[in-house]
């Protein structure tokens, strides 16, 4: 079973409007951290955002939030004023906090966005 | 340089080559990572290194051979690879690999042919 499911291939969204992606997750392990990276087509992945299981208030950077719904296991990040340079892949990751040794991210498949002028 | 740096950026092989990917973060970090991002699938995690010593490694093929000689570099050694191993490697550093928030940095890739 895949442990974080990202259900939007694509995405097309107009220069200046807010965007929301999708992220849910599966784990039973109590801590954990989510993480959202960005992919332009040059390669790189750049981390955005994270948030930890036990964060009380959802997370925010610059123009990036996370809605977190924890009893959900919704980690969706919003893009708020979308601008061109957004255009990229988005990957939401999870790292979970016990049991040793898996302390590599686990990936969704990602969304691909596309800001429009 | 600053963050993580790959070399070479692109590279064709044969089957039967023996060729090595680099990877050198200039970040102090502790842990190292190589990844495999292949077309429509998610980033599989491949190797896991803590101060150069592996931690994991995730049921990859002998054919994969990594290397870690100081915490700031780290190798990834292939040879008689596949065609279905052609894929993005891309390599990531962290500051302490047990740490739950510590972000992976990731570096540009090498964008592996298998020919």
């Known amino acids: 079973a895949q442990k974080i499911t990202q259900t939007q291939p694509g995405m097309f969204v107009q220069e200046k409007e807010a965007v929301t992606l999708d992220c849910t997750y599966d784990t039973s392990d109590p801590s954990y951290g989510l993480f959202w990276y960005k992919q332009p087509s040059s390669g790189e992945m750049i981390f955005l955002i994270y948030?930890?299981?036990?964060?009380?208030q959802n997370a925010t950077e610059g123009r990036y939030s996370l809605n977190f719904q924890k009893a959900r296991k919704s980690a969706n990040l919003v893009i708020s004023a979308s601008q061109l340079g957004d255009s990229a892949m988005y990957f939401c990751?999870?790292?979970?906090?016990?049991?040793?040794?898996?302390?590599?991210?686990?990936f969704g498949k990602g969304t691909h966005l596309i800001i429009q002028p | 340089e600053t963050g993580v740096t790959q070399t070479p950026r692109h590279l064709v092989m044969g089957m039967t080559n023996k060729k090595s990917l680099k990877c050198e973060q200039h970040l102090g970090h502790n842990a190292m990572y190589w990844y495999k991002q292949s077309a429509k699938k998610p980033l599989e995690l491949m190797f896991v290194y803590s101060l150069e010593e592996r931690v994991e490694n995730n049921s990859v093929p002998s054919r994969f051979s990594p290397e870690c000689p100081n915490s700031s570099h780290l190798f990834l050694h292939l040879h008689t690879l596949q065609p279905e191993d052609s894929a993005l490697y891309l390599c990531a550093s962290s500051q302490e690999r047990s740490m739950l928030s510590y972000e992976q940095y990731f570096g540009p890739g090498t964008r592996l042919t298998v020919t």
């Open positions: 948030q930890g299981s036990y964060d009380q």
């Open positions: 990751a999870m790292r979970e906090g016990s049991g040793g040794g898996a302390d590599g991210l686990t």
